[in-house]
């Protein structure tokens, strides 16, 4: 049996926002929204993202200001993504396979259209490949995990 489409259980509320924004705004807005991911873009175009554990890491412990200190500075600009019409087992495996726990969901325009993160996994891939996927993420110490 088929696992579902990605467009079938993603969450399409998702909020962007911009490179040159503080992070003390990125954490603001990921209080208010209770989510720790926030897909960065500039001029209509993903350009990143940024996690509740960049902004630990790469602002926070580095005792970087919070008011001054963009979401440039402290984003991750690798792109993992996944397309809306792929399964939930497809992406449990590529979410393993790349060490993340959250995927911007775009559709062939490349046109952002939700978020997908592992927990959504859960329930609608396959027991065996989640269980697997989830083995694979466990045995990578944290600190070299992409939030």
């Known amino acids: ?12 509320k998702f909020q962007w926002i911009a490179p040159d924004a503080s992070i003390q705004e990125a954490a603001q807005m990921m209080k208010a929204k209770d989510i720790g991911f926030l897909p960065v873009a500039e001029n209509d175009k993903m350009i990143g993202t940024i996690t509740d554990r960049d902004i630990a890491i790469n602002a926070v412990a580095m005792g970087k200001d919070a008011s001054s200190c963009t ?8 792109l ?21 726990s959250r995927f911007p ?7 952002l259209v939700g978020i997908v993160s592992y927990a959504d996994l859960s329930a609608c891939a396959s027991p065996a490949v989640y ?10 110490p944290p600190a070299q995990k992409a939030a």
């Open 131 to 140: 269980t697997s996927a989830q083995q694979e993420l466990k045995s990578v």
């Open 71 to 78: 979401v440039r500075d402290c984003m991750n600009q690798k």
């Open 105 to 111: 969901v775009v559709n062939h325009a490349k046109r």
């Open 80 to 100: 993992y993504y996944c397309y809306e019409d792929q399964t939930a087992d497809e992406i449990c495996k590529n979410m393993a396979e790349m060490q993340v």
């Open 1 to 12: 049996m088929a696992t579902p489409l990605i467009k079938d259980i993603m969450s399409p």
